[in-house]
């Protein structure tokens, strides 16, 4: 199975990145906020999460968590939510949307992760708010 459309390095705006390889494994960092939620952006440390593709359809990539630094996250409403990124949910990379260059979106369990774009989106500042 090829996963060549999503190998490589993503970019975030300001905050972690992805490396996806072609044999679709990976790792996405994040702010891990609930770490230390009294940092500003530049201090917040990061949260990596291990992942493994198994299959694609179409332009959308299907996987599981292997692992990572803090199962615990939050929603998007800064709920903390227990086992978030733990080993064993399912994860998936769908393309996102960009001006310029290209984007994917990362979700676990349905919940978004985070967008992240290649070096043309990240340099021309459409990449995240």
Same mark, same amino acid.
């Given at each position: 199975?090829?996963? =060549?459309?999503?190998?490589? /390095?993503?970019?975030? &705006? ?20 609930? $770490? ?7 201090? @917040?440390? /990061? ?6 593709? &198994?299959?694609? =359809?179409?332009? #959308?990539?299907?996987?599981? @968590? ?19 990124? $733990?080993? %064993?949910?399912?994860?998936?990379? $769908?393309? *996102? =949307?960009?001006? #310029? ?5 990362? =979700?676990?369990? %349905?919940? /978004? ?6 070096? #043309?989106?990240?340099?021309? *500042?459409?990449?995240?708010?």
């Amino acid at each position: 199975m090829s996963y =060549s459309a999503f190998a490589g /390095q993503w970019y975030a &705006h300001d905050t972690g990145g992805m490396t996806i390889g072609a044999d679709g494994t990976g790792t996405v960092k994040i702010p891990d906020y609930l $770490a230390c939620p009294t940092c500003d952006a530049a201090g @917040v440390p /990061q949260d990596a999460i291990t992942f493994a593709l &198994h299959a694609v =359809s179409g332009a #959308t990539a299907t996987g599981t @968590v292997v692992s990572s630094t803090d199962p615990n996250g939050q929603d998007a409403d800064g709920n903390t939510v227990t086992g978030m990124y $733990a080993a %064993g949910l399912s994860l998936t990379v $769908a393309p *996102g =949307s960009t001006a #310029t260059g290209r984007a994917v979106v990362i =979700s676990v369990n %349905g919940a /978004q992760v985070g967008q992240f774009c290649d070096l #043309t989106a990240q340099y021309a *500042g459409t990449c995240g708010a």
